[in-house]
């Protein structure tokens, strides 16, 4: 969830005592738990050299390598991902991305005899959705907007705006709007009892 700081700061008030402000703090008392503990897992990336705004939803992250190599931006979603941290990963605000995604920052030379590690930076832009299951592999850049279909594997770059889909990923004919105005961390139940009622 947001930090609690964030949501306490920018919560929804509501006359002392009406229904409204009894059912909001049912719900805030009831989601207490599950807000303590997203914070407690990003506090723990941050700890490590991660850099995650307060507003980001950081879901059960397995993480490899060096904590520093992540950046994510605000009102960011990130669920059920493995990442593998060679090199940087760059997130940036208002993503989604779903459960079961795999993000891959290094792979080996199989024309070298030494058979060497290539190490490749990701960068995922702003409004980017990588559906469920989907694989990034080393050096890609999902552009803003791009959707990434579920299962997908991306071997090269995604334009902004781009839907993909497929192994490997290949653009679809139809494209995204390039007006996007929505925050998909705002779906979420706990965050929801804290800034909406």
Request: contains cysteine; glycine residues 10%.
């Amino acid at each position: 969830m947001a930090s609690f700081n964030y949501l306490f700061t920018n919560r929804v008030k509501f006359p002392f005592g009406s229904d409204a402000f009894n059912r909001a703090w049912a719900k805030r008392l009831l989601l207490l738990r599950q807000v303590v503990k997203m914070n407690r897992r990003r506090n723990k990336l941050v700890t490590k050299g991660a850099v995650i705004d307060e507003r980001a939803e950081i879901g059960l992250v397995k993480i490899e390598g060096h904590k520093s190599r992540l950046t994510v931006g605000s009102f960011t979603f990130i669920g059920r991902v493995y990442m593998v941290l060679h090199g940087k990963v760059t997130i940036g605000n208002y993503v989604c991305i779903n459960d079961g995604v795999e993000i891959l920052t290094a792979s080996h030379d199989v024309t070298d005899a030494a058979w060497s590690q290539i190490v490749k930076d990701t960068v995922i832009e702003d409004f980017a959705w990588i559906g469920q299951g989907a694989m990034l592999l080393p050096g890609v850049t999902i552009g803003r907007g791009a959707v990434v279909g579920a299962r997908a594997v991306v071997t090269k770059s995604v334009a902004p705006g781009a839907i993909v889909a497929g192994n490997p990923a290949v653009p679809l004919a139809k494209t995204r709007s390039t007006e996007l105005n929505y925050n998909p961390c705002e779906f979420l139940a706990a965050n929801r009892a804290w800034l909406i009622g």
